[in-house]
């Protein structure tokens, strides 16, 4: 029986009570939000819920009190073995035997569906991530970032939202500018520019610039800085999608900022700006009043040289999700963009727009550590560390459960000595190796002749680790409900490894595969079906993180 269900049994309790005149409750009426969870210890029943505390005071009685008035509506429920009052009113359940073992049927049943909801069901979402600068190779922080947005992305659709990944290629300003100057350089055997881009990287991609068509040293400077720079961005656009590619991320949108520019897109929202009044001239530059709407200060829009600042192009931009029809437009970005949360908000009200139809998530930063020591650079990149880098030291699942396992609040050090070994100590082993043996007792279970389809008997799941297996299946949904809706999804990454614990210590205690000489039971037969729900929730966890489900190991 899954939360979502109880909940519903919940509420069919207080409608009872409520038509029998047990219970009365103010013009509001009763919260019918009911939350069941599973209680902290042992010996509290198999669920418990804050139903009579969130109530109280809505039928004017102490918590204890309302939750015995609908303790004898919840008892009538067939799948209700026991209700206990405990603490301040806490009703805590314990499910009548075959309630709880009939989950197991009912996730094999719903396969690849189970645990998928619709609280995000008619929103479109545009999430925004990566968007790495065309200068290099993608790194470490936008590394993060693409485990990170692919997995809410999947979690967001995984709740009905219709969704759109979006990578902002940042085509125009300073740092190509820069890109440009360092690929100069490199062809002409000069030193990189201050502030300009390193590593072998950019040695290999003037030479190949040069080997293409040798004529552009024949060009006058400023012309042969231009076709650096035309021919140097279009050659790290295909470099970076397939790397991202390779690593299970693809995008539904590639925008290109240079194309605000070029659309008139940008001097479009300057001019709604100016027309709205939010906008005023200053020092011989333009600024948009954000202070208006909360922002810590007023920002430069149109610099003193007549130049759009960058915030031209992310007003712009924004302007343009929303008339793609996005409800809502979520940006991850690093920790060095804090100041784009008000800005952007700002940004939206200023073009009467709702603040809300922006949301910033701020990630920290992303280090490697091998031998005790961290990694501090490429071998290709030179100044930073890269995706590849993290892929070729411990494998694309090993990268994308590593960076989406830990709160994006937090720094991140991955120790690739740990991530690359194959042990229970390395989370997303012990994760697929769950997953492997739930197939390996599947391939067991048909050669000895236990087979699901010879019967189901919930009520057999007697053993004390089958109710504590069953109880964290149930919480699946709601995992996945937490994840998406407070952009957390290292709770999924963390729920499966909770999961392949509960499971291996279930394998170790119970057989669903008789010893030699034994008949097969109906137990052996449920068991399989227990064994199988685990093997389907593993593969539905995994996937939303984009890792692989292996049937051997």
């Avoid at 729920?495 to 499971?503: C, K, M």
Wanted: hydrophobic letters at 45%; glycine letters at 10%; proline letters at 5%.
């Amino acid at each position: 029986m899954t939360p979502k269900e109880l909940s519903e049994l919940l509420a069919r309790a207080i409608a009872a009570a409520v038509a029998d005149g047990a219970v009365a409750f103010d013009q509001g009426g009763p919260d019918c939000e009911i939350k069941v969870e599973r209680p902290r210890g042992q010996g509290h029943g198999d669920w418990s819920t804050n139903l009579a505390l969130r109530n109280a005071k809505r039928a004017g009685l102490a918590p204890r009190q309302l939750a015995e008035v609908l303790k004898p509506y919840i008892e009538r429920a067939p799948a209700i073995a026991a209700v206990e009052i405990a603490g301040p009113g806490f009703i805590n359940l314990t499910l009548a035997k075959g309630a709880a073992g009939a989950l197991a049927q009912e996730i094999v049943r719903a396969g690849g569906a189970y645990g998928w909801g619709t609280h995000l069901a008619g929103q479109h979402i545009n999430i925004e991530f990566v968007s790495a600068n065309p200068t290099g190779p993608v790194h470490l922080a936008g590394a993060r970032w693409a485990a990170v947005g692919d997995t809410l992305a999947r979690a967001f659709t995984a709740q009905g939202a219709s969704v759109t990944k979006e990578y902002y290629f940042n085509d125009h300003g300073a740092q190509i500018d820069r890109f440009a100057q360092s690929l100069f350089a490199a062809a002409h055997g000069e030193p990189t520019p201050q502030d300009g881009y390193g590593g072998a990287y950019i040695q290999e991609l003037a030479d190949s610039i040069v080997r293409q068509d040798r004529t552009i040293l024949e060009l006058e400077p400023p012309a042969q800085l231009e076709a650096f720079r035309e021919r140097g961005v279009a050659a790290m656009f295909p470099e970076i999608k397939r790397t991202l590619h390779d690593f299970r991320v693809d995008f539904d949108v590639y925008f290109h900022e240079q194309s605000l520019h070029e659309s008139g897109a940008v001097a479009q929202a300057i001019e709604q700006l100016k027309h709205g009044g939010h906008l005023y001239e200053k020092d011989g530059a333009w600024w948009l009043a954000s202070t208006t709407f909360g922002d810590d200060r007023d920002r430069v829009v149109i610099k003193q040289d007549g130049t759009p600042a960058y915030i031209a192009a992310d007003i712009a931009y924004f302007k343009d999700k929303r008339a793609r029809g996005a409800d809502l437009a979520i940006y991850l970005l690093g920790a060095d963009h804090h100041g784009y949360i008000a800005r952007l908000k700002a940004a939206a009200e200023a073009l009467g727009d709702q603040p809300e139809a922006v949301e910033v998530l701020i990630g920290q930063m992303v280090f490697l550590a091998q031998g005790g020591q961290r990694v501090k650079m490429s071998k290709r990149a030179g100044t930073v560390v890269t995706l590849e880098d993290l892929t070729e030291a411990i494998g694309v699942d090993g990268a994308r459960y590593a960076l989406v396992r830990s709160s994006i609040d937090s720094p991140l050090e991955i120790d690739l000595d740990l991530w690359a070994s194959q042990t229970n100590e390395n989370p997303v082993y012990y994760v697929q190796y769950a997953h492997a043996r739930t197939s390996s007792v599947g391939r067991k279970a048909a050669t000895a002749g236990v087979n699901r389809a010879d019967g189901f008997a919930p009520q057999t799941l007697e053993h004390p680790s089958e109710a504590i297996l069953l109880g964290v299946l149930a919480s699946f949904p709601g995992v996945i409900v937490q994840a998406a809706g407070l952009r957390e999804p290292h709770r999924i990454a963390r729920y499966l490894e909770e999961l392949a614990s509960a499971y291996h210590k279930w394998y170790d205690q119970c057989r669903v595969i008789p010893l030699v000489g034994e008949p097969i039971t109906a137990t052996h037969r449920t068991r399989l079906w227990l064994n199988d729900a685990v093997r389907q929730v593993l593969a539905n966890g995994l996937g939303l993180l984009g890792v692989s489900a292996p049937e051997r190991m």
